[in-house]
């Protein structure tokens, strides 16, 4: 998957479920992982590693 893909995947789950979503890709990461696609879990990391970066810093 491609950097551009990456960024959009990741804003439109961020989108679809705010905060969550960074939960839901390391979900998925893990799940990739238990299941031996490294491939996939690696995606899941940069998708999560993106909205990251869409959410901005943490505020306290």
Same mark, same amino acid.
């Given at each position: 998957? %491609?950097?551009?893909?990456?960024?959009? *995947? =990741? $804003?439109?789950? *961020? =989108?679809?479920?705010?905060? $969550?979503? &960074? *939960? &839901?890709? @390391? $979900? /998925?990461?893990?799940? %990739? #992982? &238990?299941?031996?696609? #490294? %491939? @996939?879990? #690696? $995606?899941?990391?940069? !998708?999560? +590693? +993106?909205?990251? !970066?869409? /959410?901005?810093?943490? !505020?306290?």
């Amino acid at each position: 998957m %491609s950097a551009v893909h990456i960024d959009d *995947y =990741a $804003q439109r789950l *961020y =989108a679809a479920h705010g905060d $969550q979503a &960074e *939960y &839901e890709a @390391a $979900q /998925r990461a893990k799940a %990739s #992982e &238990e299941r031996g696609d #490294e %491939s @996939a879990a #690696e $995606q899941w990391r940069k !998708v999560r +590693a +993106a909205i990251r !970066v869409i /959410r901005g810093p943490n !505020v306290s």
